[in-house]
């Protein structure tokens, strides 16, 4: 068993038995704060529940139709907790409001002030274990519900001085506690709610952490400059994706090595991280428009025809395509021929360059001839 289920299924029992004694305090003892603290242990019962099957569905390995995880179930978990918890404050602040109005409030007996210690420091001892798993597992579930139960314990804090001024001559403190531990509710119950939703519209992290990984990013070696970055959470975890500028001479598996060595960075850099994403860009070409007009199939169109009629014996061993600054420019590696002199080569490389560009798709071209020595070793000259 997992601590996260552990520590849930502990919390539930204990407000089984809480709910049960507070139930029976405020009934025996007459205190009608006690028994609305056994309520708001009963609403835990059903928090613990969410807090249970949620848990164990985020736990789920990742599988085709969820490539991210299950790390939403925690978030919904977290936001429906966080519902409950304001509406269990509006609840208090109500059953204050009707104390307030009751002309003669009944006295409370002794047993009800100690059921109220005895949720007081079972409360805070289950919120203590609960955020120190959730802290250790980084879970913001089981953080909530930590704070659920930091919230009875609060309200069990409310209800044992409203008893005790009852008590002692003072009936007015029971609802006037009642309602400002209510309100203190609901402000931990607003922000839980408000985290949920946020996680759930993808919000992204603060913007010191985003500056931060963006000097991470833009330190990494190969990498000129970084932009678009976005970041947003799932569960607890950490999804970023990002654009980065390299040279734009590199090659594919150049480019995707300084990628990768991105990803890396920052996935050791941040333990919460569970994925990047790195687009590659040509320095200098992250604003221009994707499509160029022109693809490898269409260069190889232009070429072979080309080739075939020029003269001598010239053969083309790899080709390269740059999308630059909005230009089309065109690599060709040539294997020479060798009865061919440097200065007909270059007439008929000049003639094969010219009719190139002629296409308007062609803004560059960069020419190589390969020169084999001893038909083992080759080297490229420009």
Request: no cysteine; proline share 3%.
């Amino acid at each position: 068993m997992n601590p996260g289920t552990k520590v849930t299924i502990i919390g539930i029992l204990s407000n089984i038995i809480l709910s049960v004694i507070k139930l029976i305090g405020g009934i025996v003892g007459n205190s009608a704060a006690m028994v609305a603290d056994a309520v708001h242990s009963f609403s835990d019962l059903l928090t613990d529940a969410i807090v249970l099957v949620t848990h164990k569905i985020s736990q789920i390995p990742k599988d085709e139709d969820h490539p991210y995880g299950h790390g939403r179930a925690e978030t919904i978990g977290t936001t429906a907790i966080g519902i409950i918890i304001i509406f269990t404050g509006i609840g208090l602040v109500y059953e204050g409001w009707n104390i307030i109005q009751s002309e003669s409030p009944p006295i409370p007996e002794p047993i009800a002030a100690g059921m109220a210690f005895v949720s007081i420091i079972i409360k805070e001892w289950l919120f203590r274990y609960t955020y120190s798993v959730g802290k250790k597992s980084n879970s913001s579930l089981l953080l909530a519900n930590a704070w659920h139960h930091r919230s009875d314990a609060m309200s069990s804090i409310a209800a044992l001085v409203g008893i005790i001024g009852s008590m002692i001559g003072f009936p007015i403190l029971d609802p006037v506690a009642a309602a400002v531990v209510a309100f203190m509710i609901i402000r931990v119950g607003y922000k839980l709610t408000l985290g949920g939703f946020r996680e759930l519209m993808d919000t992204a992290l603060s913007e010191k952490d985003t500056q931060n990984i963006q000097v991470v990013i833009d330190e990494i070696s190969g990498v000129i400059k970084s932009h678009d970055l976005r970041t947003r959470k799932i569960g607890g975890e950490i999804l970023i994706d990002v654009h980065i500028q390299v040279d734009s001479d590199l090659t594919v598996t150049e480019g995707h090595e300084v990628a990768e060595r991105v990803r890396r960075n920052l996935i050791n850099r941040y333990q919460k991280t569970q994925d990047v994403l790195v687009h590659v860009d040509g320095y200098d070409d992250s604003r221009v428009e994707s499509i160029y007009n022109i693809s490898r199939s269409d260069v190889e169109l232009i070429v072979t025809p080309l080739l075939s009629h020029m003269t001598g014996n010239f053969k083309k061993t790899q080709l390269r395509i740059h999308h630059l600054n909005g230009k089309n420019i065109v690599e060709i590696y040539l294997h020479g021929d060798r009865t061919k002199t440097i200065t007909e080569t270059e007439i008929i490389l000049k003639k094969f360059k010219g009719s190139l560009l002629e296409n308007k798709n062609i803004d560059g071209v960069k020419l190589y001839l390969e020169v084999k020595w001893n038909m083992e070793k080759s080297h490229s000259i420009k």
